[in-house]
């Protein structure tokens, strides 16, 4: 094969795989390729360039095929950019200090059959967040965290799952009215509790993880998409400011979180400052940001860091957050437009009440 032919099928590849993004539907195999984005950039990147060691500048296919492939190469970027920190934060950092308007979360997949309970013990205690959030967590889990539980932490919400989908929520402050829903599926919890800040202040919390598109179990992205409208249209309902966290199965940039923050008008501190790849821990190539914190406007960010490795296939993450309400009009996001509305409707399967509430 001569060596023009092997960088056009090499370009070929790139634009095929960036191609994927435009397919409307909701196959596992299709929505794969919300994912690696920061890989096709790379890739992209590297078929442009390689492809002028035999470019022809007398062939105007030549300069067709390069086009295509910098559109390609711009698209991919444009995709991650705003999660880069040469673009403007969504978030703006605190320049005040009162602890008592003050909460920080640390939350972590697990790995249910992960045995080394020893080291996300140690990081949750190097944190010492007012909220921890576990996910895959099941009964074995859950009597390994709560037997080093510092006794601060009176306050919890424990649904073990033997199925990777069991979730624990264990927290210094007041937690009010905690329940655990099952939105989608009654095997798949989620956590809806108000929480009391140390200045009487509450805010609501809603803690999520729905399942993935997964090849045997369930090829379909629907129920994980369902269940992100329905927490999104929760969030844009409520009287009082929003936090969800969790592991989302998902991606920051893919159409369903974009469409998750348009619904909900919750912020992702994660813009302006970088991607804070939490999976795959056990794959530094194949990485990409699936443990979300969004946030309301009324709050800015004071810390966000990834945790170190707790031999789980995800990294944690810490977060601390100052509650500044008075400032929160500078940083709110647009109403969502009616087609954004359409489209986390049809997602609900055909749930059509967020219009109407909405001019309520």
């Not at 390069?66 to 698209?75: D, N, P």
Request: with cysteine; net charge negative.
């Amino acid at each position: 094969m001569k060596l023009k032919t092997a960088l056009q099928i090499f370009g070929g590849i790139s634009v095929l795989l960036t191609l994927f993004r435009f397919i409307s539907a909701d196959y596992w195999w299709v929505r794969i390729f919300d994912f690696p984005h920061v890989q096709l950039t790379v890739l992209s990147v590297i078929a442009f360039l390689v492809y002028f060691f035999k470019f022809d500048f007398k062939w105007r296919n030549d300069y067709i095929f390069a086009g295509v492939l910098l559109i390609c190469m711009i698209y991919q970027f444009s995709r991650i950019y705003i999660y880069t920190p040469i673009a403007p934060t969504e978030i703006a950092d605190s320049e005040i200090h009162t602890p008592d308007k003050q909460l920080s979360f640390f939350t972590a997949n697990v790995l249910q059959k992960n045995k080394k309970h020893e080291l996300l013990l140690a990081e949750m205690q190097t944190y010492d967040a007012d909220i921890l959030i576990f996910t895959e967590t099941d009964e074995t889990w859950k009597n390994a965290i709560t037997k080093a539980l510092p006794s601060a932490y009176t306050y919890k919400v424990e649904a073990p799952l033997p199925n990777t989908y069991g979730m624990l929520v264990y927290s210094k402050l007041e937690l009010i009215n905690p329940e655990v829903k099952f939105q989608v599926d009654d095997s798949i919890p989620s956590v809806h509790t108000k929480v009391r800040l140390r200045s009487g202040d509450v805010v609501q919390l809603y803690s999520i993880h729905p399942t993935p598109p997964m090849p045997q179990h369930n090829p379909m992205s629907t129920e994980r998409d369902k269940e992100m409208m329905l927490t999104a249209e929760e969030a844009l309902h409520s009287d009082i400011p929003v936090l969800t966290v969790g592991d989302f199965n998902d991606v920051a940039w893919s159409q369903t979180t974009r469409l998750f923050q348009r619904i909900s008008g919750l912020l992702d501190p994660r813009k302006g400052r970088g991607l804070y790849n939490t999976f795959n821990a056990k794959n530094w190539l194949m990485r990409w940001p699936l443990d979300h914190v969004f946030v309301g406007p009324e709050f800015r960010l004071v810390t966000l860091k990834k945790g170190d490795d707790i031999n789980s296939d995800h990294f944690p993450m810490y977060v601390k957050l100052s509650f500044e309400p008075e400032i929160a009009a500078v940083q709110k996001l647009k109403p969502p437009t009616k087609q954004e509305i359409e489209d986390a409707e049809e997602q609900m399967n055909g749930k059509a009440n967020i219009e109407i509430r909405m001019n309520n």
